[in-house]
């Protein structure tokens, strides 16, 4: 019912801004709240960000707010993960979701296949 594609990620320096997109093919899309995951080698998936399905509501982990901000543009169909002052704790595989607004994977019913970004001097 619901692709998703994300695009985006690279390598960076600490300090350095990225902006990470999602795309969405389906109506569907307009239904669902949205999430950013991420995973690092040996580590379990972690919450990152979520918005719901107007665009109202946000909610952040403690480890990227004030940093990154979660928005979506029912134009385009996408949602984007606005990152600043990127760390090296920050290097993992994002991965974006589509499901019920919340912070636990198990409530997401799609995922995309992930882009990688790479924080390192």
């Known amino acids: 019912q619901v692709q998703l594609v994300e695009s985006g990620g690279g390598s960076v320096q600490p300090g350095d801004p990225l902006t990470l997109s999602c795309a969405a093919s389906g109506r569907a899309f307009f239904s669902y709240a949205m999430g950013w995951f991420r995973q690092a080698p040996g580590k379990e998936r972690e919450f990152v960000a979520a918005i719901g399905v107007s665009g109202r509501t946000t909610t952040y982990s403690d480890s990227v707010k004030g940093r990154f901000t979660i928005s979506r543009d029912s134009n385009k169909r996408t949602v984007y993960l606005q990152m600043t002052g990127l760390e090296p704790e920050d290097t993992a595989g994002y991965y974006c979701?589509?499901?019920?607004?919340?912070?636990?994977?198990?409530?997401?019913?799609?995922w995309g296949q992930g882009t990688q970004v790479t924080v390192s001097s």
């Open positions: 979701a589509a499901g019920t607004f919340s912070r636990l994977p198990s409530q997401y019913n799609y």
